[in-house]
């Protein structure tokens, strides 16, 4: 089983990594972009063939070594 699991900075963390996105998508011509936020997408594949199962070793994983909680969140879903 395939855990996807989507790592974001918190609303209100600086992401100077979105900034220089969001300022290079300018220069190129891509008017109107407000904001960016740039993050992480791990994906995971489990031995566990029970899908609740998966879900939680998932997010146990995100909550240990994934994300960090005092910056990040994070989302998991089973692909």
Do not use: C, Q
Not at 19 to 47: N, P, W
Not at 64 to 69: F, I, P
């Amino acid at each position: 089983m395939k855990a996807r699991v989507t790592v974001m900075p918190k609303s209100g963390v600086l992401d100077p990594e979105g900034r220089a996105i969001a300022h290079a998508l300018g220069s190129l011509g891509f008017g109107g972009v407000e904001d960016v936020r740039a993050g992480k997408v791990i994906e995971v594949t489990l031995a566990e063939t029970d899908p609740a199962k998966a879900k939680a070793a998932a997010e146990e994983m995100a909550r240990k070594l994934l994300a960090n909680s005092v910056i990040e969140s994070f989302r998991v879903e089973l692909v």
